[in-house]
């Protein structure tokens, strides 16, 4: 089991920087591959950044590419999301997870764990 738990989020404004943070507990960290969904109001969950186990390669979805950096601290236990010049459709909750197994990719049909969710909520 690994539990995860998001922080970081508020209100901002647009421009602003953030930088949301996910501990996790439970099974070796280090051996889950992780990432970040986000939900505004109304839209679905999507993926919008993956890291691998190892920190090696990470993906982003293409309406935040350029702007978000996914990155992990295994001896921390920690997975990150660093978002820069904020928009106002950024708005939406955060949630953190984790690939289903051992050495896999989150991807959308990869999940195993969830965290709670963070709000982060961009002024205009």
């Known amino acids: 089991q690994v539990q995860l738990v998001e922080s970081g989020g508020g209100l901002v404004q647009a421009g602003d920087s953030l930088r949301l943070s996910c501990a996790a507990s439970g099974r070796t960290f280090s051996n889950y591959g992780m990432g970040w969904f986000r939900q505004a109001p109304e839209k679905e969950r999507d993926l919008i950044a993956d890291i691998s186990y190892s920190g090696g390669r990470t993906t982003y979805a293409d309406s935040v590419k350029g702007r978000f950096t996914i990155s992990r601290d295994n001896a921390k236990n920690t997975v990150y999301l660093q978002i820069n010049s904020l928009k106002f459709e950024d708005t939406a909750v955060y949630y953190c997870?984790?690939?289903?197994?051992?050495?896999?990719?989150?991807?959308?049909?990869?999940?195993?764990?969830w965290g709670q969710g963070t709000q982060v909520t961009v002024s205009s």
């Open positions: 997870a984790a690939a289903r197994g051992p050495y896999s990719r989150l991807t959308t049909v990869n999940v195993g764990y």
